[in-house]
């Protein structure tokens, strides 16, 4: 069974920055595709930035440029580094991971997530 856990958000004036990281821990699993996505107060989830096993990385317009995706596959972490933070980034931040496990299907594995706040 696959665990993910986040860390890294807290309460954050405009302009500055946050580094988020997401584990994943457990057995008998390879990680594919990671992700981070935010959910703001009376929002839908959205994606912030996906990267795969291999390196791509992929942001949504709202983050490109400002935010950086990267992992470490030997720890099974992504991070998220985050500068010149809005207040619109206000939220929580939830990490994503596939989860390939031999004899089964890809399973999508999500954090509890953590909150980012970005005051103005």
């Known amino acids: 069974q696959v665990q993910l856990v986040e860390s890294g958000g807290g309460l954050v004036q405009a302009g500055g920055s946050l580094r988020l990281s997401c584990t994943a821990s457990?057995?008998?699993?390879?990680?594919?595709?990671m992700g981070w996505y935010r959910q703001a107060p009376g929002q839908q989830r959205e994606v912030v930035a996906t990267i795969t096993r291999g390196g791509t990385k992929r942001y949504a317009d709202s983050v490109r440029g400002r935010f950086t995706i990267s992992r470490d596959n030997a720890k099974n972490t992504v991070y998220l580094e985050m500068y010149s933070l809005k207040p619109e980034d206000t939220g929580d931040y939830y990490c994503?991971?596939?989860?390939?496990?031999?004899?089964?299907?890809?399973?999508?594995?999500w954090g509890k997530g953590v909150l980012v706040t970005v005051s103005s």
């Open positions: 994503k991971a596939v989860v390939r496990t031999s004899g089964y299907s890809d399973m999508d594995s």
């Open positions: 457990g057995s008998g699993f390879i990680i594919g595709d």
